[in-house]
């Protein structure tokens, strides 16, 4: 399978805990996008990256939110002292180049309660 | 203020008719467009996108409808089936050459389902 794929599928934790979720994009990809989902809401964008560097980062992720991509390939990101408020589906994406209007393409996404 | 506006929340069709989901827009700045579906405990699978210099694109069943001067796109699912059961995203970007990110602004969606 070619696609973008997504670790853990899903995570249960108390609240104040820490999580790392990661995702590894299409092979060869070097943009790669993070997204969270709630209930019946579509898909918000949180933050991307262009080979390792983090180009832009949403209101939505506040300092408790950190993410990386430290060699270009996969990502990380890390929820500190989760609250109840941070549960949600995480989605990653990835898009082939750095040129405008690439398709990005979504992998299964984290799916995080937070008790 | 929701940029991306998918009014209708869902939509009930017969199996071989055609299915119309609905996409308004408020950002003028938006140059390309696409449309997802997604099921349950997936995330969106890529279905069809158009750029902002045609009004029209098509891939087999699907065809996506631009009108520009109203900020509205369409999507048509002819003749649907069964399996196109699902929610329906509409999603938009600012491409780099406006100075965007492409970061993508998705509608709520609209959940379809196709009667047998």
């Known amino acids: 399978d070619t696609g973008v794929s997504q670790n853990p599928r899903h995570k249960i934790t108390k609240r104040g805990q820490n999580v790392t979720f990661r995702c590894d994009p299409i092979?060869?990809?070097?943009?790669l996008y993070w997204y969270r989902q709630t209930l019946g809401q579509g898909p918000e964008f949180l933050t991307y990256?262009?080979?390792?560097?983090?180009?832009?980062k949403s209101r939505l992720l506040s300092d408790r939110f950190s993410a990386e991509r430290p060699k270009g390939s996969f990502s990380t990101l890390e929820i500190q002292r989760t609250e109840q408020g941070d549960s949600a589906m995480y989605l990653c994406?990835?898009?082939?180049?750095?040129?405008?209007?690439?398709?990005?393409?979504f992998g299964p996404g984290t799916r995080l309660l937070v008790l | 203020d929701q940029q991306v506006k998918q009014n209708s929340p869902s939509l009930s069709v017969q199996e071989g008719r055609i299915s119309i989901l609905n996409c308004d827009y408020t950002n003028s700045m938006f140059d390309y467009f696409l449309w997802y579906k997604k099921y349950p405990a997936e995330g969106p699978t890529f279905l069809i996108s158009?750029?902002?210099?045609?009004d029209k694109n098509e891939d087999g069943r699907f065809t996506v409808f631009l009108n520009k001067s109203a900020k509205h796109l369409s999507l048509h699912i002819v003749p649907s089936q069964p399996g196109d059961s699902a929610v329906y995203f509409c999603a938009a970007s600012e491409g780099r050459a406006q100075g965007g990110s492409e970061k993508l602004v998705f509608g709520k969606g609209t959940k379809l389902t196709v009667n047998p």
């Open positions: 990256f262009q080979n390792e560097a983090q180009l832009e």
């Open positions: 158009i750029s902002s210099i045609k």
């Open positions: 092979s060869e990809h070097n943009r």
């Open positions: 994406a990835s898009s082939p180049r750095a040129s405008y209007q690439e398709t990005q393409y």
